[in-house]
């Protein structure tokens, strides 16, 4: 016999961010890592070292969505991954999305602001 009345799941949103910051995490921040932490500090891309042209870029809508992206997508990666591995040690914590997911979303609130509204 089937079961009408089916209880819809919200976990299809947090694995599609999970699997979004995952990637980011894994193909932009390095190539990141590598550009500000090595190329530009040592002058070895010459025009990316004026200050007023990563200035320029940093306040545009394009570069804010881009550190917007830096910073939420990772974190959204790593709490859904400490949520489901304390699950599947069976560590549970009462609470834990609201916890998890709640600290998530606080920091993407915190991130908008700091980048588009200020």
């Given amino acids: 016999m ?18 979004f910051g995952g990637m980011w995490s894994s193909l932009i921040s390095p190539i990141i890592i590598i550009l500000v932490g090595f190329l530009i500090p040592f002058d070895l891309i010459p025009k ?10 940093c306040k545009s809508i394009i570069g804010s969505f881009f550190i917007f992206f ?6 959204w990666c790593g709490m859904h991954r400490i949520y489901h591995t304390l699950n599947d ?6 609470r834990s999305k609201i916890i998890f997911y709640g600290i998530t979303i606080i920091v993407n609130v915190i991130a908008f602001f700091s980048l588009f509204i200020l």
Avoid: Q
Wanted: proline share 8%; with cysteine.
């Fill in 89 to 94: 040690i069976k560590f549970y914590i009462p």
């Fill in 2 to 19: 089937m079961n009408l009345n089916y209880k819809r799941s919200n976990e299809p949103i947090f694995w599609l961010l999970f699997s």
């Fill in 70 to 75: 830096m910073i939420v997508l990772p974190i």
């Fill in 48 to 57: 990316l070292s004026c200050y007023e042209r990563n200035l320029i870029f």
